[in-house]
């Protein structure tokens, strides 16, 4: 089916460990995001893409790498998982600015 | 720094009754304004994007306006149904920038 998937969809790991969340999307968007939604913050944007090879901060950006090698992927990466970064990661979509995001399902992500 | 405020955090209305949710930001400077519902587990589904240009947008049973001056948006839903029941949240971008600020959403429940 056409859309955003992510994966996994739950994740469990432990302090120091690297971990690797996917997103892949069937729309070839320009736009890609990752958002963190954590109870007490809301929604909070972590990289975004506007195309290909160009990648950005957001607003809590330390401690993730992101790559976006071909359009249709974005993975997230924590480099040495911590406590802190146990959360809903979202990954979502937009053709131009001017229109809507279109979001996926999240990774529930646990950091022991 | 734009600030998004989402009163109130919750809301419990019985089935049928037609209701607002609002959502106020502190820079009046925006691009465009989105509201989005999300169910339990899941991501975020938009429900009507409304340009800095517009006063109102219609879906159905949702109408959202905007009042740039004041710093508002409000969603209307008419004839709430238990199918309604999920958090709504609203987000702005500003202009020239893909990040969007998000409100820390209205829970609603619709009692059958």
């Known amino acids: 089916d056409a859309g955003i998937t992510q994966s996994p969809r739950y994740k469990i790991t432990e302090t120091g460990r690297q971990v690797t969340l996917m997103c892949h999307q069937t729309?070839?968007?320009?736009?890609m995001f990752w958002y963190r939604q954590d109870l007490g913050h809301g929604l909070r944007l972590i990289y975004y893409?506007?195309?290909?090879?160009?990648?950005d901060k957001g607003e809590v950006p330390d401690g993730y790498v992101v790559s976006r090698s071909k359009t249709e992927n974005f993975p997230l990466t924590l480099e040495s998982a911590t406590r802190s970064q146990t959360s809903v990661y979202f990954c979502?979509?937009?053709?131009?600015?001017?229109?809507?995001?279109?979001f996926g399902d999240g990774t529930r992500l646990s950091i022991l | 720094k734009q600030e998004v405020t989402q009163i109130p955090a919750a809301l419990s209305v019985p089935e049928g009754e037609n209701l607002v949710l609002n959502c106020s930001f502190t820079?009046?400077?925006?691009?465009?304004l989105q509201w989005f519902r999300q169910d339990p587990g899941k991501g975020l589904t938009s429900l009507l994007l409304?340009?800095?240009s517009q006063r109102e947008q219609t879906s159905g049973r949702l109408n959202a306006s905007l009042d740039k001056s004041s710093g508002r948006s409000t969603l209307y839903i008419a004839a709430s149904q238990p199918g309604d029941s999920a958090t709504y949240l609203c987000?702005?971008?500003?202009?020239?920038?893909?990040?969007?600020?998000w409100g820390a959403g209205t829970k609603l429940i619709i009692k059958p």
């Open positions: 979502a979509t937009t053709p131009t600015i001017s229109q809507p995001q279109h």
């Open positions: 729309w070839s968007h320009s736009y």
């Open positions: 893409s506007a195309a290909a090879d160009i990648t």
């Open positions: 820079d009046s400077a925006i691009y465009n």
């Open positions: 409304i340009q800095s």
């Open positions: 987000a702005v971008s500003m202009d020239s920038n893909y990040q969007l600020i």
